[in-house]
């Protein structure tokens, strides 16, 4: 999971003005823009909930989501001319390769560190790459 957590934060945290401009535009993002953008980047990597029972069905289901929400949005840059193709596969293919060890029964045998990050994943309120970062690294 380690290698999830730096190809996810490399994709999300890309430099913003990179993802926010198409590849012809050179004009700055307004500063207030790029502060909030990177306000809202900071608040995804931030537990937000810390004291939530473990539930293997409802953490499967959200590190899934979010882990295929960051692979979409990702390809939508790259469709987009927002991000070049061969840096966001570099870092989707160790993504991808996750999602299959994301599963129920890997969550019901995890102890420690892992048993953790399915934990903080058990609530709705936080973000894959939090729960990553907080138990993973």
Known sequence: ?????SAALALMLLPLPTL???SDDTTPLPPQVKA???AIAAS?????RTNVELSCPKAVENARYGLETMLEVG????AGGYLDAAKFE???TPMRGLLPQITDADCEGATDAKRDFYQCMSSDYNHVLACAKAHLQ
């Open 1 to 5: 999971m380690p290698r999830l957590l």
């Open 20 to 22: 926010a401009m198409s």
């Open 36 to 38: 909030d953008a990177e």
């Open 44 to 48: 995804l990597l931030k537990v937000q």
């Open 75 to 78: 390809a939508k840059n790259v």
């Open 90 to 92: 570099a870092m989707a």
